[in-house]
């Protein structure tokens, strides 16, 4: 946890249920951030390098193998994010925040407790500890949780992917529901990072919240390297991580 305290970077991580809007809304923030002179990184879990996309691509899919249909154990979903996260916080996301760098990361650490935990009723402690072995204890600095009923987010989930629904898209209504409350439940635990915001209302409107929650958590934490004579040099250092 200490190794992360001189860091120079800020990492904002995007959660919430499936059809929250959320990767739309890392997206459009990205756009506002590079436009007001930020070096802006997107990545996504699980995946974000190409060892962890490929297993994402494993976690994700609704059978395993071409002809076996192994059900997957909830421990080895938590392992299989986890390994994923190791490889992603290692490569990509610690050497972007010692460069000074803005991390968008479409789920995180969260997305952990609240499927596997709250979702998958495994136990939270194991989680957490899983969650730090992963990262070596990074933690967000800001968390933005998009909250919609799961009803309206399965729906909008159906009509984006249409027959392309993920292994976790197509699990019940209640799980999901359990998802959701456990979300909630972790931001009202933790409420100075992780803020809740309406999902439902239209992007631009959504967006619009974002903009100032971020511009003005930002503008508070000094340490966000704005310099545009850093962009090229040390964002092509960037890229040679792997
Ligand atoms: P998404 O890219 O559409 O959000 O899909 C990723 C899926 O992976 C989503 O259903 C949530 C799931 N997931 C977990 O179950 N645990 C995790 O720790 C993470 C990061 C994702």
Known sequence: MGKWRGRRGVLITFEGVEGSGKSTQCARLAKLLR???????????????????????????????????????????????????????????????REGVVVLCDRFVDSTLAYQGYGRALDLTALRSLNRFATDGLMPDLTLLFDVPVRI????????????????????????????????????????????LDGTPDPAMVAARVAALVTKFLSKSRKVDRSPSLKVRKSSRLRSEF
């Open 35 to 97: 436009e007001a002179g930020y070096r802006v990184l997107e990545t996504r879990e699980p995946g974000g390098t190409p060892l962890a996309e490929r297993i994402r691509d494993i976690f994700l899919a609704s059978t395993v193998g071409a002809k076996i249909a192994e059900p997957m154990r909830p421990e080895c979903e938590a392992l299989l994010v986890c390994a994923c996260r190791s490889q992603h916080v290692a490569h990509v996301i610690e050497p972007a925040l």
């Open 153 to 196: 987010g399965l729906a909008r989930r159906r009509r984006e992917r249409d027959t392309e629904l993920n292994r976790l898209d197509r699990e019940t209504h209640r799980f999901h529901e359990r998802v959701r409350r456990g979300f909630l439940e972790l931001a009202r635990t933790a409420p100075r990072r992780i803020k809740v």
